[in-house]
């Protein structure tokens, strides 16, 4: 994999020297903002111009336009390798640094694809879309940029429960660089910036049942066990972050540990997890033009608007969990749904999936579906936990083979994965990926 990254490093060395402008497509979430935070930040550095476009997914009317554009070299960040055969047709040099499912199509001889899943490696787990970027322009001297790797790695939900694989060899470049410390603390959001209530109802990694997502569930949490809730975690005495810390850790012990630290950065951006919850918001509000801004250094009235956009979508999340809370999912036999046509509820749709399963509002034995209509589609978030997909659970083949049933198109991760469909196939389609998954369990060897 280390080799494959250095071709890949070797080819953009080359276009660095030949003064070209050099053309970067990456996606629009924490991972994609983060891929492209790394080589636009190593570009930069290096004294090369480029020119970035992010996209919410690389789609065949996207990929035909950029064939025409005059370019030396495109690199495309975490996403690219469901697209390895139309790439291959490119007349330019073409990098991938990708961590999604692979096709069996393989890479010519203008294109290098960096993608852990070719070396066996678990892209879901072990690395990121920005570890696959990073690892492209690490042999420039860039372990000072690894971190963004790390960002990356926590936006895709990578990093929670400890970092694994090829991600805890990035951890060691960035701890090596001095640009990351590590050291235990209560994992809480927003210690310095929002009152104790919120910045617990705003935690949900590791999550907190009856706290994370619920604003008055962490209030009464505060009440009764005699702490304010309007003041903010940084200007408690320290008796009592200590009481805090004890009876969260009877909720959940996960809560206090390792913290990832930026040291070098302003307090809002210490936090590598916090950062990477920032880019995410931007991402989820169309905005991750700005995300990437943030990322390549800007700051001031940047990052208020970032900031403003992520209480915006923080409360979007609160509401669409009192929206499960409420109604709960439909059960099938193997997996559950939820349809929304409610504009914010669509807006958050995944991420409500993904905390609604590990603050066990949802049934987290069951993969769940997040059913979003658009007009004449439904777009469709698939989730579930580590545990299932160890039992044979994989959504990404799941919603890929079902979709493709109804002429629609799915894809991504064996825990994380989506779709889009024609509105009218809805109920058919979700008995085919409940039969699908329970394929999946039944089939498990
Ligand atoms: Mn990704």
């Known amino acids: ?3 494959r990254a250095s071709e890949a490093t070797n080819m953009l060395k080359e276009h660095i020297e030949n003064n070209d402008v050099i053309r970067l497509i990456s996606h629009n979430d924490a991972d994609g903002i983060s891929a492209a935070a790394v080589i636009a930040n190593a570009l930069k550095e290096e004294g090369a ?14 990929v035909n336009q950029l064939r025409h554009e005059q370019y030396n070299l495109f690199i495309f960040s975490d996403m ?17 640094a990708d961590h999604h499912q692979v096709s069996d199509v393989e890479a010519d001889s203008n294109l290098v694809h960096v993608n852990p899943h070719l070396f066996e490696i678990d892209g879901s787990k072990d690395l990121s879309g920005a570890g696959s970027a990073y690892l492209t322009v690490r042999d420039l001297n860039k372990k000072h940029l690894a971190y963004f790797a790390l960002t990356g790695a926590f936006g895709d939900m990578q990093g929670q429960d400890g970092f694994t694989g090829v991600n805890s060899f990035i ?11 590590i050291h235990e603390g209560l994992k809480t959001v927003s210690k310095a910036s929002e009152p104790l209530n919120k910045s617990l109802a705003y935690t949900f990694s590791p999550a907190l049942p009856g706290i994370s997502g619920d604003l008055e569930g962490a209030t009464e949490f ?47 951006l210490r936090d590598l997890e916090e950062y990477a919850y920032i880019l995410d918001a931007c991402g989820k509000n169309k905005k991750a033009g700005l995300g990437l801004s943030i990322a390549i250094g800007e700051r001031e009235r940047i990052l208020e608007v970032a900031l403003d956009l992520q209480r915006k979508y923080r409360n979007q999340i609160l509401k669409g969990l009192s929206w499960i809370k409420r109604e709960g999912a439909v059960g099938l036999n193997s997996i559950q749904y939820l349809y929304t046509e409610d504009k914010v509820l669509k807006s958050v749709m ?8 590990s603050v066990e509002l949802l049934d987290n034995s069951k993969p769940v579906l997040g059913l979003s209509r658009l007009h004449n589609d439904i777009k469709i978030s698939g989730r579930t936990t580590r545990e299932m997909v160890d039992k044979g659970v994989n959504l990404g083949k799941a919603l890929n083979d079902s979709s493709k049933n109804f002429g629609g198109q799915g894809g991504g991760h064996d825990i994380a994965a989506g779709a889009m469909i024609p509105y009218e196939s809805k109920d058919f389609f979700l008995k085919l990926v409940d039969e699908m998954v329970e394929y999946q369990l039944n089939n498990n060897s």
């Open 171 to 181: 951890v060691n470049d960035a701890k090596e660089s001095g640009t990351l410390e």
């Open 49 to 62: 111009q480029f020119h970035t476009t992010i996209v919410p997914r690389l789609k065949d009317d996207v």
């Open 222 to 268: 505060l009440e009764k066990i005699g702490l304010s809730y309007g003041i903010k975690f940084s200007d408690l005495a320290d008796e009592e972050k200590d009481v805090l810390k004890d009876e969260l850790i009877k909720i959940n012990p996960d809560i206090f540990g390792d913290c990832f630290t930026i040291p070098k950065e302003i307090p809002l």
């Open 80 to 96: 690219g390798s469901a697209y390895i055969r139309e790439l291959n047709s490119f007349k330019s040099d073409v990098i991938v």
């Open 350 to 357: 995944g991420t409500i999936a993904s905390i609604g399963l």
């Open 1 to 3: 994999m280390l080799n």
